[in-house]
Nanobody, 120 residues
Framework: VQLQASGGGLVQAGGSLRLSCAAS????????MGWFRQAPGKEREFVVA??????HYADSVKGRFTMSRDNAKNTVYLQMNNLKPEDTAVYYC????????????????WGQGTQVTVSS
């Protein structure tokens, strides 16, 4: 396994979760990383990316989600606060391979996803 996401679960609206994504050192290194999510019946969508020391957030999560990175642990994190029912989705971590940070096609390695469910 090269990208392993964890930390998902069931939380009430307004609650918080912290997702982690552990990567093998061979693919982590200095690459940019991102998080996408996919809700049932919907397309996978961009959430946040850390590319060239810049963090880019989707408007829908700005001010509520925070992405961080621990290079010593080859791990990226997604702190999610003030969660809303519309945040319910499977969350995927992924490695940026170049190009527009918000495009799925700009990423090469993908984790298996972790389910986040927010109840109202």
């Amino acid at each position: 396994v090269q990208l392993q996401a964890s930390g998902g679960g069931l939380v009430q609206a307004g609650g918080s979760l912290r997702l982690s994504c552990a990567a093998s050192s061979s693919i982590f290194r200095s690459y940019g990383m991102g998080w996408f999510r996919q809700a049932p019946g919907k397309e996978r969508e961009f959430v946040v990316a850390l590319v060239w020391n810049n963090i880019h957030y989707a408007d829908s999560v700005k001010g509520r989600f925070t992405m961080s990175r621990d290079n010593a642990k080859n791990t990226v994190y997604l702190q999610m606060n003030n969660l809303k029912p519309e945040d319910t989705a499977v969350y995927y971590c992924t490695r940026w391979a170049g190009g527009d940070y918000y495009r799925i096609s700009s990423y090469d390695y993908w984790g298996q996803g972790t389910q986040v469910t927010v109840s109202s």
